[in-house]
């Protein structure tokens, strides 16, 4: 059962990452006219961190963290539906992929910017839904032995 809804919270989720990469008019996604792409790991993210004085708060958090913690579902939810048979590179294959179509199709249509460092940002924080799942499977593990005894 844990199996399934974690499957259909994935497709969910998915579909909701794709809208707001997408569609969504709060992130100003609109047709910007020609493509724009960065192919410089870290170079966003360098630039973010040395003008976020001169950003706004939600811009700087948006960028930094948000690629962050978007794919931690990912992460998490993906080793629920595999009943935990899934390894720390099987999370780096399919963060790196799921971020990479996703980056593609704003290049094909567009729409925001194709950017090496959401790819690696996007990655990383499917490992950390990953780690927050091993935590949380090893708590479930610990109780469930105090239960029996």
């Given at each position: 059962?844990i199996s399934l809804i974690s499957f259909l919270?994935?497709?969910?989720?998915?579909?909701?990452?794709?809208?707001?990469?997408?569609?969504?008019?709060?992130?100003?996604?609109?047709?910007?006219?020609?493509?724009?792409?960065?192919?410089?790991?870290?170079?966003?993210?360098?630039?973010?961190?040395?003008?976020?004085?001169?950003?706004?708060?939600?811009a700087f958090v948006l960028n930094i963290c948000?690629?962050?913690?978007?794919?931690?579902?990912?992460?998490?939810?993906?080793?629920?539906?595999?009943?935990?048979?899934?390894?720390?590179?099987?999370?780096?294959?399919?963060?790196?992929?799921?971020?990479?179509?996703?980056?593609?199709?704003?290049?094909?249509?567009?729409?925001?910017?194709?950017?090496?460092?959401?790819l690696i940002m996007n990655t990383v924080g499917?490992?950390?839904?990953?780690?927050?799942?091993?935590?949380?499977?090893?708590?479930?593990?610990?109780?469930?032995?105090?239960?029996?005894?």
């Open positions: 059962m919270f994935i497709i969910i989720y998915g579909v909701i990452i794709i809208y707001f990469t997408l569609f969504s008019d709060r992130l100003g996604r609109t047709d910007i006219g020609s493509y724009q792409y960065n192919l410089i790991p870290f170079n966003e993210i360098r630039r973010f961190v040395g003008y976020r004085h001169y950003l706004s708060l939600g948000g690629n962050l913690l978007v794919f931690t579902p990912l992460g998490f939810f993906i080793p629920l539906w595999n009943q935990g048979r899934v390894r720390w590179y099987h999370i780096i294959i399919y963060s790196f992929s799921f971020s990479l179509c996703i980056e593609l199709m704003q290049l094909y249509t567009r729409v925001g910017v194709f950017d090496v460092d959401d499917g490992l950390f839904g990953w780690v927050l799942y091993l935590l949380f499977y090893g708590l479930f593990r610990v109780r469930r032995r105090r239960k029996r005894s």
